[in-house]
């Protein structure tokens, strides 16, 4: 039944986002309990592709892209979560990330970057490669801090996690608690990553053997999980095993019981053996310390049935089966998995070796670019703090120079009262002299600003007919210009016109008529005398001559209607269909009005005429066509003419030929835009639009 159910939620998903009218993409939830079933994730990743495929068939707009490139990030989602073809997410993930680049969309880079780090990571443990892309995160993220600070949990999430994994679990704790302090603005985010972010600040404390803040730790995830309407048993199968684990180091068997036993369940539901194996096994340490040695053994034996691959549980078993036989005093059942668990050991040790390596690469890698990160922050805060010492040593220089200024003032204006005082005594006997010198300057003063004001006058009145007239002058010799241009306009014409009657008439006068004297003169030879060979050729070397001579004759027509720079295009058009309609190949129809809406320039005309002329040529020489349509529509402020046919359709040597390159000239030439593409009906469409 669950498979009919899924097959049907995807089908009404494609149904659903079949078309993006509405702009609707959204993606169907990935249900991690059956990330282990092959059928579900494959119908999950075929939905997506048969998705992206439709999106091909859209002309590209910015919700085209955007959805296109929703679809890639959930194809690599999903890969990665179905726990099966791992290597996917890195091809998927850089195609979604060149994709963003190129659409300069910031999301969805930080996206991919989130997806290649998490492989780097999880899947090929290159710690050094995933803390290089979180750094670069780090660095596209605060390009927009106000926009993207969203993401800044996640990395530091991922930079706490593979802290956990080399050991350095200090660090983990810095950026774990970074990461939960930044969760809360991510308000779409399921609070079932904030119990994620819990179980890993508790694996890290407990890596330093601060074991009570690992409980405490471990115990608020589990709550937050339990406050969850619905929650993966996957998340609740880890959280339980690590409170387990969590138990058994501090000696509490009977609540590392109760919550191992819970995690075996939880495996056993989601039918996860190697995981389920670890569980076993610490259950197994669990009854090992209340001294039930039966079910220890027990316990052991079934993690070594379900796991012949991991050590750690491996070895965790191996020496509960020792001491459990030990204690049995079953020497020989102890003796032989003693040797078992010192082999095994051996194995781990080199495997401990190989990842302790990458760790060491990756403690010196991380150093680096936390190094050269900081320095880089250290160098911008210096940069600002540069710029503001410079504008405070300017405010301060400004304001020294404003009191300097002050005090100048005051010390001048005490001078100068001194001054005013010293002349006042003297000033009596001078003051009648001095009021009757300033009354002369004022008006002479007076006099001058009149004589300024004048010559002010006249020189504006100079510039201003001088530009009058330089303008009447520009102005007439604009209006002889557009008359010449008028007369070379027609003269083109009329030159282009006397040359296609010219070859027109070569035609018609010459090569017709010596087409017409060598089909006489093949028609005197008697044909009943001829073998039946040479009497075959014959008969086929006339039909040639008659079709040379009937082309020649069209040719010479078709190359200047003589209504055309009489009459409306409309009629010339007419006269085309009719003669095209001659030859029998292709059925030509004209639609449209019988008249000319609008009077047209005898260029434009001649050009029209022409451009039909060389479409409807095309489609005769390369269509293969039934039917052709000539549709002439007269719009409000256009005219549009579209040639369509419903043949072979088009192909490279026809989209780059000579023929449509003159097209294009010509109607640039009389300022209308030519598109040509395909039918969607087959055939070719070919328009002309001219405003």
């Known amino acids: 039944m669950k498979p009919f159910l899924t097959l049907m939620l995807l089908m009404g998903w494609l149904a659903i986002s079949g078309s993006l009218q509405a702009q609707s993409y959204d993606t169907p939830p ?19 592709r048969v998705r992206l495929a439709g999106l091909d068939r859209l002309r590209p707009t910015p919700t085209v892209d955007t959805a296109r490139m929703e679809y890639l990030h959930f194809l690599g989602y999903v890969h990665y979560s179905g726990r099966a073809n791992r290597d996917s997410v890195l091809v998927v993930a ?13 999301k969805f880079q930080i996206k991919a970057l989130l997806q290649i780090e998490r492989y780097y990571r999880e899947v090929a443990s290159n710690y050094p490669q995933a803390i290089q892309v979180n750094y670069d995160l780090l660095s596209l993220v605060e390009t927009g801090p106000d926009k993207f600070d969203l993401y800044f949990w996640r990395i530091y999430r991922n930079l706490g996690h593979i802290s956990n994994m080399i050991g350095e679990y200090g660090e983990a704790v810095t950026y774990l608690q970074k990461s939960i302090a930044w969760f809360g603005r991510d308000k779409k985010i399921d609070p079932i990553h904030l119990s994620d972010l819990h179980r890993s600040l508790a694996s890290a404390y407990k890596g330093q053997q601060q074991i009570n803040k690992a409980e405490a730790h471990f115990l608020l995830a589990w709550n937050l999980l339990n406050q969850q309407p619905s929650v993966p048993v996957s998340n609740k199968a880890f959280l339980t095993n690590a409170i387990g684990q969590v138990y058994n180091s501090q000696q509490k068997f009977t609540q590392a019981i109760q919550y191992l036993t819970q995690s075996v369940a939880y495996w056993g539901q989601l039918n996860a053996p190697l995981p ?6 610490d259950l197994s340490l669990a009854y090992l310390g209340l001294c039930r040695y039966s079910e220890a053994i027990a316990a052991a034996q079934d993690a070594l049935v379900k796991n012949q691959k991991v050590y750690a549980p491996r070895l965790t078993a191996y020496s509960v089966l020792v001491s459990a036989y030990e204690q049995q005093q079953d020497w020989k059942s102890a003796f032989m998995y003693q040797r078992l668990y010192e082999a095994t050991k051996s194995e781990a040790q080199q495997a401990i070796n190989q990842t302790e390596s990458l760790r ?21 805060q210096q940069r600002y703090q540069n710029l503001a010492k410079q504008a405070e040593i300017d405010r301060l220089s400004s304001s020294f120079k404003t009191n300097e200024l002050r005090r100048l003032a005051q010390t001048n204006a005490l001078k100068n009262q001194l001054e005013r005082q010293q002349l006042t005594a003297g000033a009596a006997q001078k003051q009648a002299l001095q009021q009757a010198t300033i009354k002369q300057l004022k008006i002479d003063q007076q006099a001058t600003e009149r004589i300024l004001l004048l010559v002010g006058i006249v020189l504006s009145s100079v510039v201003g007919l001088l530009l009058l007239y330089y303008s009447f002058k520009l102005r007439r010799t604009n209006v002889a210009l557009r008359a010449k241009n008028s007369e070379i306009q027609l003269a083109l014409i009329k030159g282009q016109t006397l040359e296609r009657k010219r070859v027109a008439t070569e035609l018609h006068d010459r090569v017709s008529s010596l087409l017409g ?8 030879i008697d044909s009943a005398v001829l073998p039946p060979r040479d009497k075959k050729l014959y008969e086929n ?4 001559l008659t079709d040379a001579a009937t082309q020649v004759r069209e040719l010479s027509h078709n190359l200047i209607p003589d209504q055309l720079l009489q009459q409306d295009l409309s009629v010339s058009l007419m006269g085309l269909v009719k003669k095209l309609n001659q030859v029998g190949k292709t059925e030509f129809m004209l639609n449209g009005e019988s008249f000319d ?6 260029e434009v005309k001649f050009n029209l005429y022409v451009i039909c002329l060389e479409l409807c040529t095309n489609i005769l020489r390369h269509a293969n066509a039934q039917m052709a349509h000539i549709e002439l529509v007269w719009q409000d402020t256009s005219v549009v003419i579209h040639v369509s046919d419903d043949g072979v359709g088009l192909n490279d040597t026809l989209q780059d030929g000579f023929g449509l390159a003159n097209i294009r000239e010509r109607a ?3 300022g209308a835009q030519f598109r040509m593409e395909s039918d969607q009906r087959g055939g070719t469409k070919a328009s002309i639009l001219l405003p």
């Open 360 to 380: 060491t690469k990756a403690k010196f890698d991380r150093d680096r670019l936390e190094t050269a990160y900081r320095q880089e922050r250290l160098l911008q």
């Open 30 to 48: 990935f249900n991690f309990d059956r990330s282990t079933d092959g059928v579900y994730v494959d119908s999950l990743l075929h939905a997506t």
């Open 541 to 544: 070397s006339l039909d040639l």
């Open 517 to 524: 004297a060598t089909k006489m003169t093949f028609q005197t």
């Open 276 to 281: 389920q194996a670890d569980a076993l096994a």
């Open 94 to 106: 850089n195609h979604l990330l060149r994709l963003a680049v190129r659409k300069k969309n910031v």
């Open 597 to 602: 809406k609008r009077p047209l320039t005898q």
């Open 668 to 670: 640039e030439t009389i």
